[in-house]
Nanobody
Framework: QVQLVESGGGLVQAGDSLRLSCLIS????????MGWFRQAPGKERELIGS????????DYADYAKERFTVTSDTAKNTMYLQIDRPEHEETAVYYC????????WGAGTQVTVSS
């Protein structure tokens, strides 16, 4: 099992940038498929991007390709999500998840984008 802890959320001005972190611990963490998701109020949870930590490739949802960047530091067992020029509508809880079917989830970190 993998344990995941997100951090870096908070209040951000629209147009600014922020970086979220996901600290990973547990069994063979570096070989897991990892993903960033978000869930806005009243909406379904949606995938932002996913990566295989041991490989480093990243697949993004179409909407996320311009302003979202997923990176990882295997030495620190941490995955990151950089959000550039966030928009008010992107206020949401941001989650990281692990596993080939995303069996393990963090508790999420709230990002509030002020307009």
């Amino acid at each position: 099992q993998v344990q995941l802890v997100e951090s870096g959320g908070g209040l951000v001005q629209a147009g600014d940038s922020l970086r979220l972190s996901c600290l990973i611990s547990g069994h063979t963490a570096s070989y897991h498929r990892m993903g960033w998701f978000r869930q806005a109020p009243g909406k379904e949870r949606e995938l932002i991007g996913s990566t295989i930590l041991a490989v480093g490739n990243v697949d993004y949802a179409d909407y996320a390709k311009e302003r979202f960047t997923v990176t990882s530091d295997t030495a620190k067992n941490t995955m990151y999500l950089q959000i550039d020029r966030p928009e008010h509508e992107e206020t949401a809880v941001y989650y990281c998840a692990a596993g080939m079917e995303y069996e393990d989830w963090g508790a999420g970190t709230q990002v509030t984008v002020s307009s």
